[in-house]
């Protein structure tokens, strides 16, 4: 495998500072949804946030009009923005129900799925290494959620599904992106979760007041800072060497639970964080070595 420190191009350490800037990023997203509380309810909410985040995509636009989409794109398009919109509504739910570490360890399961459903749909190999990574992974969701030993909450089942929709969603991804522009796919995903996150809000709509709709605002630009710097990363360094940062997440997850929230730490959640992080590195590092490109960063199927 190519030595990433003498790849012309790339520079591990900008790659590493950028990976973890957008971990602090997606963590000041998690914060303020968790700070933003349950009055508004969770649809509005990413409702809200995707309305808003569809600003960004103004410098996009260009690249939008010139594209000509083909009646197969438009049905990937709006059954990944369907997917993506049930994606993002149960997190903002589990947001509202169950602390903000455990939110963040269980998003690492993410890439797990991708890898199974890229075995089911796309007719992937999985190696025995690698069916132990995933049984790995899955040991450390059961010391997350810990069932007969706690009660557990219905977050905890929307974060479940939270990973299963978004790793869809990338899937989706996957298949067109090679077809389309970067900025048409990310234009197209913004559109068409906003149109479909627009009846579950009405049907529970809240008036928001202005400190709330700051608030989502400030979500709409740490989401969309987080992807711009994990682009910066990705062309900095190889995944390889960007994937462990994510850990940071974690961490930072459960200091400010801690220092916030009143969320004390969880010794079972940090080990069932890492040990399902430990086994997508490992993932990772074995497609690298395959020279695959299926399992994506955690943080590519964040909000």
Known sequence: MTNAAHTPGLNPGRGIFWMAVTGLCFVAVTALVKFLGPRIPAAEQAFLRYLMGLVFLIPMWGAMRQTVLTPRLWKLFWLRGLVHTGGVALWFY?????????????????????????VLFLGERLAARRILAIAAAFVGALLILRPGFRELDPGHVAMLATAFCFAMSYLLAKIFSGEVSAAVVVSMLSVTVTIGLAPLALAVWVWPQPMELAILFAVACFATAGHYTMTLAFAAAPITVTQPVTFLQLVWSVALGAMFFAEPADP????????????????TWR?????KAVTPVVSETKT
């Open 94 to 118: 589990a947001m509202t129900r169950i602390p903000i570490a455990e939110v963040t360890a269980m998003n690492y399961l993410n890439p797990v799925y991708v890898t199974i459903l890229a």
């Open 268 to 283: 079972w959640v940090i080990a069932g964080g890492t040990l399902i992080l430990g086994a997508v590195v490992f993932i």
């Open 287 to 291: 497609e690298a070595v395959l020279k």
